[in-house]
């Protein structure tokens, strides 16, 4: 009998304990659900920055397929110019200086340059604002050489 009132007493104990440890206080539940609250915002605020790096990289290549194209065509005709004035300088009875040849070397190659830019970028795509604003640069700067070399020497 003393044995079944001990086996009772700490059987109790032990039921006594895991009721009152499984039950928490209002403040812990109140705790643990703002901490809940955090970590499900801060999951919203991950998906829609994922969200947001998707739809602009989608915006970059929309912009990349079009710009590219406009650049591919401003090459071409820069191409042509240049074939023009190489043409324009064999002509019979035309006197140019070497500078003007020169100039117009300088300008084939660095269109040149900008068709590798366009094929290495496309296979990389990384920094799209950068790239966009420093291509758009240098391939105005192209195009005016060739407006000023073209106005300045029709002889």
């Not at 605020?45 to 401003?74: D, H, M, P, R």
């Not at 110019?81 to 100039?103: C, N, R, T, V």
């Not at 660095?110 to 830019?117: G, T, V």
Request: include cysteine; hydrophobic fraction near 40%.
């Amino acid at each position: 009998m003393k044995k079944t009132i001990i086996i009772l007493a700490v059987t109790a104990a032990f039921m006594a304990e895991a009721v009152f440890s499984g039950c928490q206080s209002a403040d812990q539940k109140i705790a643990e659900a703002k901490e809940k609250v955090q970590d499900a915002n801060q999951d919203l605020k991950l998906e829609q920055n994922k969200a947001n790096t998707a739809a602009q990289k989608t915006a970059n290549a929309e912009a990349w397929k079009v710009l590219k194209s406009e650049w591919e065509a401003a090459i071409k005709s820069n191409e042509i110019i240049i074939a023009d004035l190489k043409a324009e300088i064999k002509k019979p009875g035309k006197i140019f200086d070497g500078m003007f040849e020169k100039s117009i070397n300088e300008l084939e190659q660095k269109n040149k340059e900008m068709k590798i830019r366009i094929d290495a970028y496309d296979k990389s795509q990384s920094d799209w604002e950068s790239f966009k604003r420093e291509f758009t640069h240098d391939m105005d700067g192209i195009g005016t050489a060739l407006k000023n070399l073209t106005v300045n020497n029709k002889r």
